[in-house]
C-alpha cells in the first residue's frame, strides 16, 4: 500500500528549522489525519518498515514517534512491543506516542503498550476520541515540551535530587506539566507540603525559590512550543496561563535577557538552556569582608 508523501524520508538529526520532525508508523487514514493536525513547517516522515521505526528511535532522529502497532501484520504482538521499548530506551529523549483505533486487538495492544511505562511511552492517543486536530497538535507539542524538560534536567544533573522524595517528583512534574501548576500553592499541593516548607526544603537543597521554578518551567514549555511547536507567543501565552503575551515577554527578558523575538537569532536552544539552568540555582551570598583595624 503507497501512502501519501508528506516530507522527503530524509532525517535531518533534530530540528533543522522550527516545526516538530515526526518518524510515524502508521496505517493511510490515521496517517492523514496526523498530516492535517500538523501542517507545515512540522515534518512528517511515514515508514512502514519496523527496523526503519526502531533505528530512527535508537538514533534519536526526530523529535517524536507516533506508533499504532496494530498496522499490517503486526498485530502488536509482544516480541515486537519488547522490541520498541528497547528502542524507546536506548533513545530517552525521543518520546513515543501510541495512536490506537477502536478494535478488541488494539484495546489488548493499548493495554501492553501502556503498561511499557513512562520511560518508553509518553501518551495515548485514541482514534475518533481525542485524536481531533487541534487535540492531537496540543498533545504532541506537550510531549516534546516534556522531552525537552527532561534533557534540560539532565543536563544540570538532575538538581532536585537532594529534596525529599515528595518534592523532587512535584518539581520534576513542574517542569513536564507546567499547564497543571499556575502557582506556588499548587507545586506546594503537589509535593504534599506547605508554601513555607517547600521553600525551606529548596534553599536547603540550593535551589531558587519555588516562584523562580516556576517561571524556569513555564518559559521552558514557550520556549519549546514557540520553536519546534511554530506556536505564536500569544497562543503560548495562553495554553501554559500567562495573564498576555506581554507576561511572557517579561518573564523570558527577566530569565534570559531575551524577549521571545529572538528565537529566531540569538536565542538558540543551547543559549536558553544556559540561561534557565542558571536560575534553577539560587545565588550564593558572598559576605563582604570584614574591615580590620
Not at 509535593?191 to 521552558?220: I, M, P, V
Request: include cysteine; hydrophobic fraction near 45%; aromatic fraction near 6%.
Amino acid at each position: 500500500m503507497r501512502y501519501p508523501s508528506y516530507h522527503p524520508a530524509v532525517f535531518t538529526n533534530r530540528k533543522p528549522t522550527a516545526g516538530v520532525n515526526v518518524l510515524a508508523f502508521l496505517g493511510s487514514s490515521a496517517h492523514a489525519h496526523l498530516v492535517r493536525a500538523l501542517p507545515p513547517p512540522h515534518r512528517i516522515t511515514h515508514t512502514t518498515d519496523w527496523p526503519t521505526l526502531l533505528s530512527g528511535l535508537r538514533d534519536a532522529e526526530c523529535d517524536v514517534a507516533v506508533v499504532d502497532p496494530c498496522v499490517g501484520n503486526l498485530h502488536a504482538s509482544a516480541e515486537h512491543l519488547r522490541e520498541l521499548a528497547a528502542a524507546a530506551r536506548a533513545s530517552a529523549e525521543t518520546p513515543v506516542v501510541g495512536y490506537f483505533a477502536v478494535s478488541a486487538a488494539a484495546i489488548r495492544a493499548a493495554h501492553t503498550f501502556a503498561r511499557l511505562g513512562p520511560a518508553e511511552v509518553s501518551n495515548i492517543v485514541v482514534r475518533g476520541f481525542d485524536d481531533a486536530p487541534d487535540a492531537l497538535s496540543a498533545t504532541l507539542h506537550r510531549v516534546v515540551s516534556a522531552s525537552a524538560a527532561s534533557r534540560l534536567v539532565r543536563s544540570v544533573g538532575n538538581p532536585f535530587a537532594a529534596l525529599p522524595p515528595t518534592a523532587a517528583r512535584a518539581v520534576v512534574t513542574l517542569f513536564h506539566h507546567p499547564e497543571r501548576m499556575r502557582s506556588v500553592s499548587d507545586l506546594a499541593a503537589e509535593a504534599r507540603t506547605t508554601r513555607r516548607s517547600l521553600d525551606r526544603w529548596l534553599a536547603q537543597a540550593g535551589l531558587a525559590s519555588a516562584r523562580t521554578l516556576l517561571a524556569c518551567a513555564r518559559a521552558n514549555a514557550a520556549f519549546h512550543l514557540m520553536t519546534d511547536g511554530h506556536v505564536r507567543a500569544a497562543r503560548a501565552a495562553d495554553m501554559l496561563g500567562y495573564a498576555s503575551p506581554r507576561a511572557l515577554t517579561r518573564e523570558m527578558q527577566a530569565l534570559t535577557g531575551c524577549a521571545p523575538s529572538a528565537i529566531r537569532g540569538e536565542l538558540t536552544e543551547s543559549a536558553f538552556s544556559a540561561a534557565i539552568a542558571r536560575r534553577l540555582r539560587r545565588p550564593t551570598v558572598t559576605a563582604p569582608p570584614q574591615r580590620h583595624g
